[in-house]
């Protein structure tokens, strides 16, 4: 987690009303009482700290889904979340309390859905962080697997689109053309088109020019690799130059 988030937390006080199940955790990690944001006289809800809070609680709900977390699944997760020597007590605080709370992870998907509605873009990043950190380890397991379609599901992500972000951590029957969201018969000319599109739409540097965190910014940089491996890999098999 950046230390401008962390920051916020402990100079602006009152003025983050975060407010919902988020909040409350937030609260508990800064010591402040976070109002709810409806109504609320100090600004809107910082997007960045729904952002980074929320990618937190659930990667923490995640890790008790199957009651494992492996070593690599701990690397990936402090490779997506940003973590200064200084601010690591107050991250690893947030994930324990996230793991142990008595809100389930319907509760936090659910306020990150209705907090970035006009912005799928956003819930589609938390949802890729998720499947670098479950797919660290080499698989997604079972109860991973369950707990990142149900995830999807409140987010309001159809099937088709679960595949597609899915395609871009696990091997699937589809891929790499479902990564590209291409079908097998594209002629050339839109596969090119379709990469160039991509490319452009998930430079990390638009992440950075919309002043998204650091935890959109390197999910953005894991998901342009991925696209580009399955442009490859289908460049390779047609002979593309």
């Known amino acids: 987690m950046t230390s401008g988030i962390w ?13 919902g199940p988020l909040g409350a ?62 601010q690591r007590a107050g991250v690893e605080r947030l994930f324990d309390l996230a793991k142990g709370t008595t809100s389930g992870f319907e509760a936090y998907a659910g306020q990150l859905a209705a907090t970035f509605r006009d912005e799928p873009a956003l819930l589609e990043d938390v949802l890729d962080g998720l499947f670098h950190i479950a797919a660290a380890d080499g698989a997604i397991h079972e109860a ?4 990142l379609r149900a ?6 992500f159809e099937e088709a689109a ?15 053309y479902l990564v590209l969201g291409l079908e097998h018969g594209a002629d ?25 965190p650091a935890e959109a910014v390197v999910i953005a940089t894991h998901r342009l690799a991925a696209i580009n491996a399955a442009y490859d890999r289908i460049a390779q098999e047609r002979g593309l130059k």
Do not use: C, Q, W
């Open 7 to 19: 920051g916020k937390l402990g100079g602006v006080g009152l003025g983050m009303a975060v407010g």
């Open 25 to 86: 955790l937030v609260g508990g990690v800064a010591g402040h009482f976070l109002i709810d944001r409806e109504g609320a006289p100090f600004g809107p809800t910082p997007r960045d700290v729904v952002f980074t809070t929320g990618l937190v609680a659930l990667a923490a709900k995640m890790a008790k889904s199957d009651g494992v977390v492996t070593p690599s699944e701990v690397e990936a997760f402090g490779k997506v979340v940003t973590v200064e020597p200084a």
């Open 144 to 147: 991973e697997e369950r707990y």
């Open 151 to 156: 995830v999807s599901g409140i987010f309001g």
């Open 162 to 176: 679960f595949r597609r972000i899915a395609a871009r951590h696990v091997r699937l029957a589809d891929d790499p």
């Open 188 to 212: 050339d000319g839109l596969v090119k088109a379709r990469h160039r599109a991509l490319v452009s739409e998930n430079h990390p540097d638009r992440a950075i020019a919309r002043g998204l």
